[in-house]
């Protein structure tokens, strides 16, 4: 059994070639660049992104999700693992290299999924970072958790589709092209039926498609819109990956999705234990250095242990993708336990801070509010662990040992 965890050469020059661009021309360039706040005008604000866009494809840091014949770097799911978090050490750096969501895994589904003319007219666009684009299946009225009891539907009149719905969280949908949109499409099957729903390319903006308000959350009022569908009409070649393969299509993308959700998760858990340590090393409380505090301690050593499992789990999973091995075990695992480590070292890095941790003058409390939907957006800690559980059942029953749904690994 060969485990090594070095990166060959080629790969480690990749990762050294990322860092050195994160950290030394996308952090100053983007340090107080805040789109939220009034300091930054608009135009100032497009302009320092795009220009760091165009610096980052002159430099071959450009897709790394991506094969290399649709110019992307071509890596494997465990080298892009090392290059999504060396990327996330600041909010905007998977955005800049084109990698960031929902882009990344629409990127994924039509080249997974599309036709050739869809593959030009929608995937070719994305990767050259001229437009944008969305996913659009959560609605407000039903369980997002449960996708097979979509509302919007889809209905045939002569060779076009006509759709009507409510949609919300749509990520990016203001500045997205287009969507890729979930709809029921078969009324004749079963309750429950995974071949209920189907994808349509959607151009946007368009008539029909009402984006009625950007909702307003706990880090803010972000991106993500309310989508009200009132007869909209798309024509029958906007159907991607198939009639009633809706269901199968979200599947397939949220796979590596989640994993690559888990790697940027790392890299911010990262920076809160440098953070916990750091005020550790500087606070001076009864004769000593928080630092020697047997109390604090536990929180850094607890810390550095979930970060640990996180980097392992993610690093398998990533290598069962690369191997074309069932991976969806590994992947439910580590995004159910890399968003509950990422919420919970964060808020250990903000105790240790006091006061400061809960004020803004620290990245701590923008971080800790962006964190929480981590644990029940792609897949519910709750979803995940009842499809872990079905699945360590399932193998107790085919072989007499759950070890096939503990990573499969020979121990
Ligand atoms: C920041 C952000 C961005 C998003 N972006 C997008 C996007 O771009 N496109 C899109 O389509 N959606 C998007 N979403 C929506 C997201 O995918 C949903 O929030 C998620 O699927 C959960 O659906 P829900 O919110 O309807 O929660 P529900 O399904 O109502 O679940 C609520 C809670 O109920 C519990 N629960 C549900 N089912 C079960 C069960 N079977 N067993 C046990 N407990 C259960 C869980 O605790 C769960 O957290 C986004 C959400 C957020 C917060």
């Known amino acids: 059994m060969a485990i090594d965890f070095t990166l060959a050469p080629e790969h480690e020059e990749i990762r050294r070639r990322v860092r050195d661009f994160i950290r030394g021309t996308v952090v100053p360039a983007v340090e107080g660049l805040d789109e939220e706040t009034a300091a930054t005008t608009r135009e100032e604000y497009l302009r320092v992104i795009f220009g760091l866009r165009a610096r980052a494809r002159e430099e ?3 897709l790394p ?4 014949e649709w110019g992307g770097m071509g890596l494997g799911h465990v080298e892009l693992a090392m290059v999504q978090s060396e990327a996330a050490k600041t909010r905007l750096g998977p955005w800049i290299l084109n990698c960031a969501a929902p882009d990344e895994g629409n990127m994924h589904t039509l080249l997974h999924w599309g036709d050739d003319e869809q593959r030009e007219r929608y995937l070719r666009p994305l990767l050259e970072g001229a437009k944008m684009s969305c996913f659009a299946m959560t609605e407000p009225e039903v369980a997002g958790s449960d996708p097979t009891l979509i509302r919007t539907y889809a209905v045939r009149d002569g060779d076009e589709w006509v759709i009507n719905g409510h949609k919300w969280f749509i990520s990016n949908a203001r500045r997205a092209s287009f969507a890729i949109l979930i709809a029921r499409t078969e009324t004749d099957v079963p309750e429950g039926s995974r071949g209920a729903n189907t994808a ?10 009402n984006d009625v308000r950007e909702v307003e959350t706990m880090h803010g009022s972000t991106g993500h819109s309310e989508i009200v569908i009132t007869d909209l009409r798309v024509p029958d070649g906007a159907i991607l990956g198939g009639r009633g393969n809706g269901h199968r299509l979200g599947q397939y993308r949220l796979g590596p999705a989640r994993l690559a959700h888990c790697m940027r998760w790392i890299s911010q858990a990262e920076t809160a234990l440098d953070m916990m340590v750091d005020r550790a090393l500087n606070r001076y409380s009864h004769g000593s250095l928080l630092a020697d505090k047997q109390g604090v301690q536990w929180l850094v050593a607890d810390s550095a242990m979930e970060l640990y499992q996180c980097k392992l789990m993610v690093l398998h999973a990533a290598s069962k993708i ?5 991976f969806r075990t590994e992947v439910s695992m580590a995004k159910h336990f890399v968003a509950g480590s990422l919420n919970r070292i964060i808020d250990r890095a903000i105790q240790v801070h006091g006061a ?11 971080m800790f509010q962006h964190a929480r939907w981590a644990r029940f957006a792609d ?3 709750e ?3 009842m499809r872990i559980a079905e699945r360590t059942i399932a193998a107790y029953r085919a072989t007499g040992s759950t070890s096939a749904a503990t990573g499969g690994l020979p121990l």
């Open 60 to 62: 071959g840091l450009w």
């Open 65 to 68: 999700h991506m094969p290399k």
């Open 200 to 209: 349509f390319l959607v151009d946007l903006p368009q008539e029909g498609w």
């Open 322 to 326: 690369d191997k074309g091995e069932d």
């Open 356 to 366: 400061l941790g809960y004020s803004t003058d620290t990245p701590l409390a923008k």
């Open 379 to 381: 897949g519910a800690d």
């Open 383 to 385: 979803i995940h662990q």
